[in-house]
């Protein structure tokens, strides 16, 4: 699916299209049915002051997405290969990391299909699963993979947000009571916190938008403008959603609601929407659970795949192949398991959050002291010491909260 390069005379209509789908496709990513099961699940522990966790993971979202994607367009390189000629070694670690969060993120992915197909028509689990596994895999293995990936994700992507407002405005959340602890939270919890920014953007999530880039042929100083607006774009589409789906599950459980979290069968995310709206309620969590889901595989799978070129140079066809077996593998991995969907979804979150300071660490270096990789370009300071700050800050929270992550699937 590399095959679709875009030169810099082309239209403007076509460079919109391909950075809506650079856009969508990290928004559809870190908006996936981890995020949606962590919201709910934190949601019902921490009330109004999980809105500080939100805040929190924006930031670092602003800062990770904004430093990846501009130094991958100055390098017009992908992520590992970057990282290898920046330090010998380091790009195969990133990769070997990327793919195997990746894998777990997509095994959590197809769980979270098969929960969505379940409340949207009745299907068990691991059938609805299944059959979203395999629309993802018919994707790749068609002649016009690229065209489709990328109106798949932007369709279902602005339906995913229009069903949440709806049922974010029909919950009725204390709205004053979340934005004053967005600011002063009256619990502050690293576990969730580092969970939370993995299932955002840690992991593949965060070279999601900027390899997609690198596909398009949209790198290099000229389109340096373009990209670092398509970023922010990006930032400001997933910053909204999760502000809405939070304040969706707030209304519910402010009202008294009480979430199960411990049965193995437990779905708070689907029982929110469903004591907001009823039956209707839970139609839409169906759907767009499943969206989200479907679109996270297709992104965990194209991602995680475009690490492998640093081990061995592929075709664009050697990649699609190599896609379709990574969502059979992913699929094979969750119907032996045994570990309920739920729990697989806030794990993973968890695992990607743990990847992220790596990358980044790697990445800000890269900023600060190898100028000949970004073709001479001097890289915004400001930029960089906010990342270094992150960066610091990720490793921090990855310490701290590493027990409690694994705790989540019993470990």
Not at 104 to 120: D, P
Request: charged residues 10%.
């Amino acid at each position: 699916m590399s095959g679709d390069a875009t030169t810099p005379s082309a239209s403007t209509a076509t460079l919109r299209g391909s950075f809506m789908a650079a856009i969508f496709l990290m928004a559809t990513s870190a908006i996936g049915p981890g995020f949606i099961t962590q919201t709910a699940t934190f949601t019902a522990k921490l009330g109004a002051a999980f809105a500080f966790a939100i805040l929190a993971s924006i930031v670092i979202d602003f800062v990770v997405q904004l430093n990846i994607w501009r130094i991958t367009a100055l390098t017009r390189r992908r992520a590992a290969e970057t990282a290898n000629i920046a330090l010998p070694g380091a790009g195969y670690l990133l990769a070997i990391l990327v793919i195997i969060g990746g894998l777990a993120f997509n095994v959590g992915n197809i769980a979270g299909a098969g929960l969505g197909l379940n409340a949207l028509l009745g299907l068990p689990p691991k059938i609805g699963g299944a059959l979203s596994a395999l629309l993802a895999i018919g994707i790749f293995l068609s002649a016009r993979a690229g065209v489709l990936l990328d109106r798949i994700i932007i369709v279902l992507g602005i339906v995913m947000i229009a069903l949440t407002v709806f049922v974010a405005f029909v919950s009725g959340p204390p709205v004053g009571e979340a934005l004053r602890q967005t600011i002063l939270p009256d619990t502050i919890d690293f576990a969730t916190i580092t969970t939370i920014v993995g299932g955002t953007v840690g992991g593949y999530i965060t070279y999601s938008g900027a390899h997609r880039l690198i596909d398009k042929g949209l790198t290099g100083p000229e389109h340096l403008p373009a990209v670092t607006r398509a970023a922010l774009t990006g930032i400001a589409v997933t910053g909204v959603m999760r502000f809405v789906l939070f304040l969706a599950i707030l209304g519910v459980v402010a009202s008294g609601v009480t979430l199960d979290l411990s049965s193995q069968t437990a779905n708070p995310a689907a029982q929110a929407f469903s004591h907001a709206a009823g039956e209707v309620g839970l139609r839409i969590f169906g759907l767009v659970f499943w969206a989200a889901a479907i679109t996270s595989v297709i992104g965990a799978a194209y991602t995680s795949v475009s690490f492998l070129p640093v081990f061995t140079p592929m075709t664009d066809r050697a990649r699609n192949i190599a896609t379709v077996i990574f969502i059979a593998v992913s699929l094979a991995v969750y119907l032996v398991m045994t570990t309920p969907p739920a729990a697989i979804l806030v794990f993973v979150g968890g695992f990607n959050g743990l990847i992220l300071p790596i990358g980044l660490t790697i990445f800000t270096w890269i900023g600060f002291a190898r100028s000949d990789l970004m073709g001479g370009h001097r890289y915004n300071r400001p930029l960089l010491v906010a990342s270094a700050l992150v960066c610091a800050l990720t490793w921090y929270m990855g310490y701290k909260s590493v027990g409690n992550i694994f705790a989540f699937i019993g470990l």
